[in-house]
């Protein structure tokens, strides 16, 4: 059964960090695209960050640029995400998901929750003023 599971959600003051990670099993990992997602209450659920696993490749929601950083260990088949210079707008409910990337243009893709075939579970990020 493909898995994803998503933790270290928490609760952080405006300017700290949070490492989120994604760990993912039941596929072939580097056949595929890991990306946050994330959704604020009452808002559309949004990319925040991209890679492929296979070469490396990542792309930012410009939100978030020069603030989070995505990678991953393929050895342990997960996806970091970490968060510093936190912002109350980086509220959310995070999410994992994964993407064949053979023949998918990920740069321009990358972002759209409808091309995704496995979701992990939330977990929640707050950040306070």
């Known amino acids: 059964d493909v898995q994803l599971q998503a933790s270290g959600g928490g609760l952080v003051q405006a300017g700290g960090s949070l490492r989120l990670s994604c760990a993912a099993s039941?596929?072939?990992?580097?056949?595929?695209?890991i990306t946050w997602f994330r959704q604020a209450p009452g808002k559309e659920r949004e990319g925040v960050s991209t890679?492929?696993?296979?070469?490396?490749?990542?792309f930012y929601a410009d939100s978030v640029k020069g603030r989070f950083t995505i990678s991953s260990d393929n050895a342990k088949n997960t996806v970091y995400l970490q968060m510093n210079g936190l912002k109350p707008e980086d509220t959310a409910v995070y999410y994992c998901?994964?993407?064949?990337?053979?023949?998918?243009?990920?740069?321009?893709?990358?972002?759209?929750?409808?091309?995704?075939?496995?979701w992990g579970q939330g977990t929640q990020v707050t950040v306070s003023s």
């Open positions: 998901a994964a993407a064949f990337i053979v023949s998918w243009d990920l740069k321009n893709y990358w972002h759209l929750p409808t091309d995704y075939a496995y």
């Open positions: 039941g596929f072939t990992f580097d056949e595929y695209a």
């Open positions: 890679i492929a696993s296979s070469g490396g490749v990542t």
